[in-house]
């Protein structure tokens, strides 16, 4: 049977793009051969997007191969040709019984592949190696006892961070799709409304999409409503919305695995004069923050014109600002907070993360996913910045 | 401030329950301190079901102390307090200098707690101690030199395999919202309609719930349609669906945290005869494997009864049969596969899993998720066992 391809998120020549990068840093760093585990960094490189990283899986990326070789269980390995551009050969199916197989697992597999490709007694990186389960290196370090085993770093994830074009394009969809999520919260969050009920539409919204573009996943969302202001990842409950309630929502929409964060705040009938206040300051602190953006400019800049401006209105925000955004909702690499000397670059992406968890009983959420331009900034959310009284 | 306790999932006597058996068996190993890392493990232990889990975050359980210690990042403490019965104090914040910060993180505040609590000369167990990520196995064993650090293994993981009426309560719930989404999608999914609208609704229903109890969270749903029906683990697409489709769709409802996952397979107009074949082969496989189903038994046993009848109309399934479920969807115990000797008892629950995927481009797609009871089996969910023709 020969698989049916899907039309890829991007061409192919956007995917050799990207490999291209990452073998000029493999070059520089003298690996032969790459071992990436981040699914994000899987999905950058080939489009996977499939959900299976809760068993082994791993891409090889070989100096000397054009492509990369997808190790992977049987079960999902249909979906590697159907959502990539990689040849037959170049997924390799291990069998179902390394799950749930305390001998043998699907990381021998990986291993096995490593020497099949020739690498056995080469310059072997394993992508974040210290956040590889113990077991696991030890088992790398036995298994490919002649390699010379370094340290991948976070080398895929840092190339990624500087967008193209095309990874823009969708992030944009994205952005328009959370924008229709805050709106739609804006219509159906009502007193005596479950809370589930207004999720529903929310969701649906998230999934239906915008412009004709749909949601192609679901990113994590958070609901915290009186008396929960003060917590941050919470989902919705059993509860139903009250009159005088505050709702602090944190959604995002995604495209091909691309996420655009928002958060928005809401109240039920007339907001607090302590809303109100953390309200303005943190609007206020927003926009001092996007002013700062341009290339030149570093992570700790953008946060310490928030926090200045928090200051003036005599708040402050303990967590950090934000955060890469891309691929993965938390990019493990830069962060907007004080120190982080990370230098903005264009088309570099972020999640300006205000939410602000003052204490145990109350807390308040805004946000905007922004592009560093060639001057500037470019926020791609645009849901309006609003305290939105129901 | 004091934080708003909310409604528990469950009464402090339940989870009290819980605690004494993980520390009978921490009494038999000798472990003074067991630090469980897991979310689901958390969970059941004190009701903590926030999004948390990916910066660090762990449970201490003191054998002298009554209740367990709680540290986890400072923007989710409100969180902790909210949702679980621990008092104040043994809910442990750690600043928000320590994400993102390579110098000193969350496992330190852990470490750091391990010490406050007097365990530093004793013997500490850390869960599942192989799948901790390499530079944090090596950062306990230095920061706490003098205390005898052993796997923890996954005793908490065996213990909860055994669910409580209060659990099989909740679970009987989340199986409801199941078979509401089943039936949902037969209503939805017609020729034209887009993957993501149907999705919408069905989402929708996972939701809202069922019997008024409402879904608390969503659980990973998988649309496989044709051409694609090959895939086990792709989301919907930007596809429609077509007269002469195939769709194979996995769901489950979800009630604080636990899951009860369900499988079926729809055909947009008659069903290939191949596709009639499978599922014949498939659910007198189901039901021969439900048979056998009693204390005693075997998980082997089990899968050896789905096998012989799937090999009796020349068909084999090359992955498990299935796996303990509850408050993750694949709990990491037993598996229903052939050779797994874990012995039935009562109030054990799996999701017998029979996702079939034959070759790169035909699969099928039925489960049920099920309970031991003293003398044989009751099966949670109840859709209909049919090929859906629609």
Chains 1, 2 share one sequence.
């Not at 077991?135 to 390699?147: D, I, M, N, P």
């Not at 953006?293 to 700790?300: D, I, L, M």
Request: aromatic share 6%; with cysteine; net charge neutral.
């Amino acid at each position: 049977m020969k698989m049916s391809r899907g039309l890829p998120a991007f061409p192919r020549t956007e995917y050799m793009r990207r490999l291209s990068a990452v073998k000029s840093d493999m070059a520089q760093r003298d690996v032969d051969a790459l071992v990436v585990f981040h699914a994000s960094n899987i999905a950058y490189l080939t489009g996977y997007t499939a959900q299976s990283a809760y068993v082994p899986q791993a891409l090889v990326i070989s100096a000397q191969r054009e492509e990369p070789t997808f190790i992977l269980r049987r079960m999902d390995a249909p979906a590697a040709l159907h959502q990539t551009y990689l040849e037959h050969g170049n997924v390799v199916a291990y069998a179902e019984d390394l799950i749930a197989n305390p001998e043998k697992d699907g990381y021998d597999a990986i291993i096995d592949c490593i020497h099949e490709l020739g690498h056995a007694n080469r310059t072997v990186g394993l992508e974040q190696s210290g956040d590889l389960p113990a077991r696991v290196l030890e088992k790398f370090r036995t298994r490919l006892s002649k390699a010379r085993i370094v340290d991948g770093g976070k080398s895929v994830h840092w190339i990624r961070m500087v967008k193209s074009d095309l990874e823009l394009a969708v992030m944009r969809e994205a952005a328009a799709i959370s924008d229709a999520a805050i709106m739609r919260a804006a219509d159906v969050i009502r007193p005596g409304v479950r809370e589930a009920d207004a999720i529903a539409e929310i969701i649906g919204t998230l999934v239906r999409g915008a412009n004709g573009k749909v949601g192609t996943a679901l990113a994590q969302i958070s609901l915290c409503s009186s008396p929960r202001t003060g917590t941050a990842h919470i989902a919705w409950s059993d509860d139903v919305f009250r009159n005088g309630s505050q709702i602090n929502l944190e959604l995002g929409g995604k495209r091909h695995g691309y996420c655009a964060g928002i958060m928005r705040t809401f109240s039920i009938g007339a907001p607090s004069d302590r809303l109100r206040h953390v309200h303005e300051a943190e609007v206020e602190g927003l926009e001092a923050a996007l002013n700062v953006v341009r290339p030149g400019a570093t992570c700790s800049d953008v946060a310490d014109a928030f926090d200045r401006k928090l200051e003036k209105f005599g708040l402050k925000k303990e967590s950090r600002c934000g955060y890469a955004i891309g691929l993965n909702w938390t990019e493990p690499t830069a962060s907007i907070k004080h120190g982080d000397m990370t230098e903005l670059k264009p088309n570099m992406t972020f999640h300006l993360m205000l939410g602000n968890w003052i204490d145990e009983d109350f807390g308040y959420a805004i946000s905007e996913t922004f592009r560093v331009t060639e001057s500037g900034v470019e926020v791609l959310t645009s849901a309006p910045r609003k305290l939105f009284q129901l």
